[in-house]
């Protein structure tokens, strides 16, 4: 049982180049998160995916866009790379149990945009 | 704007200490609060979470406060360890928002020997 992982762990863009990071989880679960992470920020949300088949926007979709492959897979597509996305991608999946819920995270991905 | 704020950006305990992290929050439609851990390049981990219908709850060492009124809560670490030292980040979301978090800014934990 691997939780989630996120592939690459460290990329490195020029800015325009474009580039997908991929997030698989083996949990079965329903919803599948990305936030990004800056320094002195806290994590803030990109995308999500309620359902297999469903997207969303969350606070910060500008520039990237989602695939939810199929329940386990959900794909953060950046088009035209800007200085801007350099950041700490994470993908999260959600756990709910009654009224309790939970999200587990990767191990992230750091990208570089020069 | 931000909705959920954690102004220390960092604390430093004595091992064996009791450490309070706070966390205020401006949205009254939150219902379900979160305290995650995360250790320099790692993903965040699941520490411990409240609903607000309760203004308490334990799991161990980790003890997580909610005042409804004052929209503040914090999270007790007693007794501190080594082991402890990381950043916390709260987290808060709605039932019916389809489980999106709001995160605040962190909270670095130093716990000295």
């Known amino acids: 049982n691997a939780g989630v992982t996120q592939t690459p762990k460290f990329q490195v863009l020029k800015t325009g180049q474009s580039m997908t990071l991929q997030c698989a989880q083996d949990m079965n679960h329903n919803s599948m998160y990305w936030y990004r992470q800056d320094p002195g920020m806290g994590l803030r949300l990109i995308y999500y995916?309620?359902?297999?088949?469903?997207?969303d926007k969350g606070e910060v979709p500008n520039g990237y866009n989602v695939s939810r492959l199929n329940k386990r897979e959900f794909s953060l597509r950046l088009e035209s790379a800007a200085p801007s996305q350099t950041s700490v991608y994470f993908c999260a999946s959600r756990r709910t149990s009654g009224t309790q819920e939970t999200q587990y995270f990767g191990p992230g991905t750091r990208l570089l945009v020069l | 704007d931000q909705q959920v704020k954690q102004n220390s950006p960092s604390l430093s305990v004595q091992e064996g200490r009791i450490s309070i992290l706070n966390c205020d929050y401006t949205?009254?439609?939150?219902?379900?609060f979160l305290w995650y851990k995360k250790y320099p390049a790692e993903g965040p981990t699941f520490l411990i979470s409240?609903?607000?219908?309760?203004d308490k709850n334990e799991d161990g060492r980790f003890t997580v406060f909610l005042n409804k009124s004052a929209k503040h809560l914090s999270l007790h670490i007693v007794p501190s360890q080594p082991g402890d030292s990381a950043v916390y980040f709260c987290a808060a979301s709605s039932y019916n928002q389809g489980g999106k978090l709001i995160f605040g800014q962190g909270t670095e934990l130093s716990v000295k020997p």
């Open positions: 949205n009254s439609m939150f219902d379900y």
């Open positions: 409240i609903s607000s219908i309760k």
């Open positions: 995916s309620a359902s297999e088949g469903t997207t």
